[in-house]
């Protein structure tokens, strides 16, 4: 009978703070292949005005802002939380 060889840790690259949330703690961030981040809080129990966003020049930017302030955003597909 073969051995099967199992799983195993593999470590590249290093990790890198981008963003540090102190309120509302999101449930979701997405990348996109451009390098813009998403962000997305729960209405849940923490006090959140708005539940999806854009970490722009570190701040938290309410999507719908950035719909207005930036007209080459056409769709959005899904924000899901895993």
């Known amino acids: 009978m073969k051995k ?3 799983p195993s840790e593999k470590c590249f690259g290093r990790l890198e703070s981008v963003f540090s949330f ?3 703690m999101p449930t979701g ?7 813009r981040i ?3 809080f729960p209405k849940w129990g923490d006090d959140v005005k708005f539940t999806v966003a854009e970490i722009v020049d570190d701040k938290i930017v309410p999507l719908w802002k950035r719909f207005k302030a930036d007209r080459k955003i056409t769709e959005i597909k899904s924000c899901v939380m895993i």
Not at 29 to 35: L, Q, R
């Open 29 to 35: 961030v997405t990348i996109s292949e451009t390098g």
């Open 38 to 40: 998403f962000v997305n």
């Open 4 to 6: 099967r060889k199992l």
């Open 22 to 24: 102190c309120d509302a």
